[in-house]
């Protein structure tokens, strides 16, 4: 978790200190422009000077707002509220997941000292102070030992599928805005060639600028359906990633557990 702060932090100041070089670049250019325009002014006639300078060039977040505008407000917008409900989520999961990761060997020494200092009860003590699923797994299969290891290893069994449930929840909802957002893309891009061709029919004749509005709109909701869908797959592969990782370390875990408590026994 402190990680994953420590490397959004990261990544928050890199990108603050990018603006300002940019917007100090920019103003060097700037003032640069302006003097030798300044220069340029006082050589040319004064006809040449009543001409109007050119327009400069949008930012990427004007021409973002300005495409997404174009677009149009229907499919654009439902493109747009899921990648907030998908990062929602994703966000959601990765600080869930952050939380339960557990230094399985660390928690696994100190099961093991218990087990052998204090027995059982100081086993179970040390897995109630530690937050994790495979502190809470630990936990039942040593509350079952009494009953004899068979019984322990069947509550470290059905308990750890509870524990990749949790893992896993809601993550099947990133995978449906995944396949969401380009299909409402398409959809709006079909919707807009449709819409130019009833222009062409309601002309009677096909002239570029009748049917350019209507496919360029078509055009923008597959790219920002593609966007979406390419942002929340990285997401989505993170997260799959890490309860892989996880569930990886509650087996070996579990395996360990059942080990200890039969050198226990004997």
Same mark, same amino acid.
């Given at each position: 978790?402190?990680?994953?702060?420590?490397?959004?932090?990261?990544?928050?100041?890199?990108?603050?200190?990018?603006?300002?070089? @940019?917007?100090?670049?920019?103003?060097?250019?700037?003032?640069? =422009?302006?003097? *030798?325009?300044?220069?340029?002014?006082?050589?040319?006639?004064?006809?040449? #000077? *009543?001409?109007?300078?050119?327009?400069?060039?949008?930012?990427?977040?004007? &021409?973002?707002?300005?495409?997404?505008?174009?677009?149009?407000?229907?499919?654009?917008?439902?493109?747009? =509220?899921?990648?907030?409900?998908?990062?929602? $989520?994703?966000?959601?999961? $990765?600080?869930?997941?952050?939380?339960?990761?557990?230094?399985? #060997?660390?928690?696994?020494?100190?099961? &093991?000292?218990?087990?052998?200092?204090?027995?059982?009860?100081?086993?179970? &003590?040390?897995?109630?102070?530690?937050?994790?699923?495979? @502190?809470?797994?630990?936990?039942?299969?040593?509350?079952?030992?009494? &009953?004899?290891?068979?019984?322990?290893?069947?509550?470290?069994?059905?308990?750890?599928?509870? *524990?990749?449930?949790? =893992?896993?929840?809601?993550?099947?909802?990133?995978?449906?805005?995944?396949?969401?957002?380009?299909?409402?893309?398409?959809?709006?891009?079909? $919707?807009?060639?449709?819409?130019?061709?009833?222009?062409?029919?309601?002309?009677?004749?096909?002239?570029?600028?009748?049917? #350019?509005?209507?496919?360029?709109?078509?055009?923008?909701?597959?790219?920002?359906?593609?966007?979406?869908?390419?942002?929340?797959?990285?997401?989505?592969?993170?997260?799959?990633?890490? $309860?892989?990782?996880?569930?990886?370390?509650?087996?070996?875990?579990?395996?360990?557990?059942?080990? =200890?408590?039969?050198?226990?026994?004997?």
């Amino acid at each position: 978790m402190k990680r994953f702060f420590s490397l959004t932090v990261l990544v928050l100041c890199l990108m603050a200190s990018a603006t300002m070089v @940019a917007q100090e670049t920019e103003s060097q250019e700037s003032d640069t =422009l302006v003097v *030798q325009e300044t220069e340029a002014a006082s050589e040319v006639p004064a006809e040449m #000077a *009543q001409e109007e300078p050119q327009p400069q060039k949008a930012g990427f977040t004007q &021409e973002l707002k300005k495409r997404f505008i174009e677009g149009g407000p229907g499919f654009m917008g439902i493109v747009l =509220l899921c990648l907030i409900l998908g990062l929602a $989520i994703a966000i959601e999961r $990765i600080i869930f997941l952050n939380l339960s990761t557990t230094n399985t #060997a660390k928690l696994t020494s100190s099961v &093991e000292e218990a087990l052998q200092s204090g027995g059982v009860e100081a086993a179970k &003590e040390v897995c109630r102070n530690t937050k994790g699923p495979v @502190a809470s797994i630990f936990y039942q299969g040593l509350d079952r030992s009494g &009953e004899g290891v068979e019984s322990a290893e069947k509550a470290v069994v059905a308990y750890g599928g509870v *524990q990749m449930g949790q =893992l896993e929840k809601n993550v099947s909802w990133i995978s449906l805005f995944i396949a969401l957002a380009p299909m409402l893309g398409f959809m709006g891009t079909v $919707i807009g060639m449709i819409q130019a061709f009833d222009k062409i029919e309601a002309a009677g004749d096909m002239q570029p600028s009748l049917v #350019a509005g209507g496919i360029k709109v078509a055009l923008l909701t597959t790219v920002f359906g593609l966007i979406v869908a390419i942002i929340l797959q990285i997401f989505y592969n993170y997260i799959i990633a890490k $309860i892989d990782s996880i569930v990886n370390d509650m087996e070996d875990a579990s395996i360990t557990l059942i080990d =200890l408590l039969a050198a226990n026994q004997k």
